[in-house]
């Protein structure tokens, strides 16, 4: 016969029960709990902002909203480690349990809490683990965000099937929680680009006889203008063209520009007592010293100040967010962009985290620096179409250079009655000539529509003046012009005038009959420039500002 348990052993079995969630155990979770739960405000108000750009198609995030995005990225760090040792300890405590039910709801929530925290890991780059790929970045931004609801609605079906649910302290956690995303929401509204903001006295007339324009009319820092290393970490390759560009060495860091606006500050001081009519230069030469307000200092010193020597950059050209009219002389509207937490720092940690937050979060970058009429030619137009204004010459309105309407009227640009005739395919904009896809691993590179390979536009600016990187003994950057160049025009030898005179006598055309020369004697040769596949006319401008040389 079977000898029944004594009083002794059933005791001993009891005492080797363990509950799911012991005392020690418990206070994790209450860690766990508070850090959910202010991921969960945090997440609210991100989600909110995100709705609310998408509806209108408006940019709402800023200073404050990449702040909360970094709090989401630390709150989410701190709650890997005590959710991984409660789940554990947890896990451990009932994977013995005769309610099989409770505990396999308890392992999906665990499978699916992980997915939770690794999609968020993978959107979070660091060294090997950058997504360089839009689709990507996609698909583990859609689980990120589906994934927490699932983990709600698991959460409740564990907890029914254990101690009863105490649903009005749950309502209450949740009211706090609404509360501080509302608070979150209305903080947003703070804008650091206010604080301690300075224009010009003459407010919007600063700019004149530019027409270019800040949003505010005030004056934009220097170092957000000029913070070109910044871009150097992530777009390498972007930054190399640029570099070696025109657009680098636009201002008086060029000698021949630099002669030309010393003579116009001048004149402007001697006829006017102040350098105002040079303005008309600085819109689109001289953009950092112009809109930081150094430019206006008659004693601006052209060679030793930093900004005399920054050209175009990359910011004020990105930073542009209007195109005011296809007038020409920079009539645009800038504004100091907004950027990540710790953009200007020189701390290597904070420099680190800025760069994090830009992979984890480059969309709002995206958004800051690129918009739509960037691949417009009206962008161009910007400076590539030049009037003087009689508040310049004191006279009236003369055409200078014009390369944009040249570029409507001609064939390429598929606008004018030629493209009937040429070419096979329009180009619609600026950029598809003078800025080729060019290979590159750079984060923003992208597979282009016929590109084999992740590219880039090339900011050389292909097609630009030679004389700048001959100057400075940069042949394989005029190389890479002429290669550009080779085949865009043509000289047609049309007829010869036996004299030195214009009025002498023309033989033309000089086929099928080729005259022939006596040697010793003078002739005047008629030639005709034909342009090939150029998308405006060779060359622009007024004859004494652009001479060929042939």
């Known amino acids: 016969m079977e000898s029944r348990p004594s009083p002794s052993d059933r005791q001993s079995k009891r005492a080797k029960y363990v509950p799911a969630v012991t005392a020690g155990l418990r206070k994790l979770l209450v860690v766990v709990f508070v850090l959910v739960a202010l991921i969960v405000a945090n997440s609210l108000y991100l989600v909110t902002i995100t709705m609310v750009e998408e509806w209108p198609g408006n940019v709402y995030q800023n200073f404050f909203y990449q702040y909360m995005f970094l709090g989401h990225l630390v709150l989410g760090l701190l ?42 890991i993978a959107l979070t780059p660091a060294g090997p683990l950058e997504l360089k790929s839009a689709t ?65 006295p003459e407010g919007v007339k600063y700019f004149e006889p530019s027409l270019a324009r800040t949003s505010t009319g005030e004056f934009i820092p220097a170092k957000a203008l000029a913070n070109d290393h910044y871009c150097l970490d992530c777009h390498a390759d972007v930054h190399q063209g640029w570099a070696e560009s025109a657009h680098r060495f636009s201002s008086f860091n060029n000698p021949a520009y630099l002669a030309s606006v010393r003579e116009t500050r001048q004149f402007s001081m001697d006829r006017d007592g102040n350098v105002k009519r040079a303005r008309w230069c600085a819109g689109c030469h001289d953009r950092v010293p112009f809109f930081s307000g150094e430019f206006d200092d008659p004693q601006f ?23 005011n009219s296809p007038r020409g002389n920079a009539d645009y509207t800038i504004e100091e962009p907004l950027h990540y937490p710790f953009a200007f720092s020189a701390n290597p940690a904070l420099m680190w985290i800025n760069r994090q937050l830009v992979k984890a979060k480059p969309s709002f970058h995206k958004r800051t620096f690129l918009k739509p009429f960037h691949q417009e030619a009206e962008f161009c137009s910007v400076c590539h179409k030049v009037h003087l204004p009689q508040e310049l010459n004191d006279y009236k309105f003369l055409r200078g250079q014009n390369h944009y309407d040249s570029y409507l009227f001609s064939g390429v640009s598929g606008h004018g009655s030629r493209s009937f005739y040429y070419p096979e395919r ?7 000539c003078h800025m080729p896809l060019s290979p590159s691993n750079d984060f923003a590179a992208r597979r282009f529509p016929g590109a084999e390979t992740r590219s880039i536009h090339d900011h050389l600016f292909h097609g630009a003046n030679t004389a700048l990187p001959y100057l400075r003994g ?46 010793g004697e003078s002739y005047l040769i008629e030639t005709v420039i034909r342009t090939l596949k150029l998308g405006h006319h060779f060359t622009q401008g007024t004859a004494d500002s652009n001479e060929v040389w042939l």
């Open 474 to 519: 940069q042949s394989e950057v005029v190389n890479a012009h002429e290669r550009f160049l080779r085949g865009t025009t043509r000289v047609d030898l049309f007829g010869v005038k036996t004299g030195e005179r214009i009025e002498d006598p023309l033989v033309a055309p000089i086929r099928p009959q080729v005259p022939t020369l006596v040697a």
């Open 426 to 432: 329009a180009e619609h904009n600026c950029n598809g």
């Open 79 to 120: 709650l890997i480690a005590p959710f991984l040792v409660f789940a554990g300890i947890h896990m451990r405590n009932t994977w013995g349990r005769k309610n099989r039910r409770v505990v396999w709801i308890g392992y999906m929530l665990f499978g699916c809490s992980l997915l939770l925290l690794c999609s968020g």
């Open 301 to 323: 010193d052209d060679v030793n100040n930093v900004t005399a020597h920054e050209g175009i950059t990359c910011t004020v050209c990105h930073a542009i967010t209007h195109i």
């Open 136 to 200: 990507v970045r996609r698909a583990f931004y859609w689980i990120h965000t589906i994934s927490p609801l699932v983990v709600v609605w698991l959460y409740c079906l564990h907890r029914l099937a254990g101690p009863k649910i105490k649903w009005r302290v749950g309502l209450g956690c949740l009211a706090v929680v609404g509360a501080v995303c509302l608070l979150l929401v209305m903080f947003h509204a703070s804008d650091p680009r206010e604080w301690n903001s300075v224009g010009s």
